[in-house]
Antibody, heavy 121, light 107 residues
Framework: QVQLQESGPGLVKPSGTLSLTCAVSGASITDLNWWSWLRQPPGKALEWIGDVYQTGTTNHSPSLRSRVSTSVDKTKNQFSLMLASVSAADTAVYYC??????????????WGQGALVTVSS | DIQMTQSPSSLSASLGDRVTISCRASHSIGNYLNWYQQKPGKAPNFLIYAASNLQGGVPSRFSGSGSGTDFTLTISSLQPEDFATYYCQQSHSTPYTFGHGTKLEIK
């Protein structure tokens, strides 16, 4: 069974950098999948942040691209998110997920439990 | 960006009811449309891909249809565990975008 688990600080100061890691078990980060980050502000809809492939190739949402960095660590079977220059608008539950590709169709089939990150001084 | 619009935003229904949730894309996305179920305080649960293909383990009372810009999720006979918020998501092109959700509540 594939499992993902987010970890990182739950509180980040305004203008600081949000940093999260997602540990993957039951699957290899080198499988033919993309590894994704999404977020959900309290009471709001889901937003895709971006994803990263085992080679380090990334896709990021244009609205966040200037502030986002994603990476993989094959030795630890995990991947990471960094979001710079955060503000209160970045307060959300952050999810990591696997984006599986089947016959050209991609979908987020396994998700972490989510990590609430609050931006506040 | 492709905008995804769901309707209704909330829906009250009774056990055993048949319900339909609509999702409209701002541009044609073929059948690159996924559906997810989310319960309070939990991560989304993946239900359907390519508009109409059920993920393994998803009950057959769930079905999806549509192509182009208009899609539907149907639950044929509501069970207690189906009361949740449902999201559509387009996988046609980045940025991958979600609808704002349809909250299904018990009448």
């Amino acid at each position: 069974q594939v499992q993902l688990q987010e970890s990182g600080p739950g509180l980040v100061k305004p203008s600081g950098t949000l940093s999260l890691t997602c540990a993957v078990s039951g699957a290899s980060i080198t499988d033919l999948n993309w590894w994704s980050w999404l977020r959900q502000p309290p009471g709001k809809a889901l937003e895709w942040i971006g994803d990263v492939y085992q080679t380090g190739t990334t896709n990021h949402s244009p609205s966040l691209r200037s502030r986002v960095s994603t990476s993989v660590d094959k030795t630890k079977n995990q991947f990471s998110l960094m979001l710079a220059s955060v503000s209160a608008a970045d307060t959300a539950v952050y999810y990591c997920a696997r984006r599986f590709l089947l016959d050209g169709y991609g979908y987020f089939d396994y998700w972490g439990q989510g990590a609430l990150v609050t931006v506040s001084s | 960006d492709i905008q995804m619009t769901q309707s209704p935003s909330s829906l009250s229904a009774s056990l055993g009811d048949r319900v339909t949730i609509s999702c409209r894309a701002s541009h044609s996305i073929g059948n690159y449309l996924n559906w997810y179920q989310q319960k309070p305080g939990k991560a989304p649960n993946f239900l359907i891909y390519a508009a109409s293909n059920l993920q393994g383990g998803v009950p057959s009372r769930f079905s999806g249809s549509g192509s182009g810009t208009d899609f539907t999720l149907t639950i044929s006979s509501l069970q207690p565990e189906d009361f949740a918020t449902y999201y559509c998501q387009q996988s046609h092109s980045t940025p991958y975008t979600f609808g704002h959700g349809t909250k299904l509540e018990i009448k």
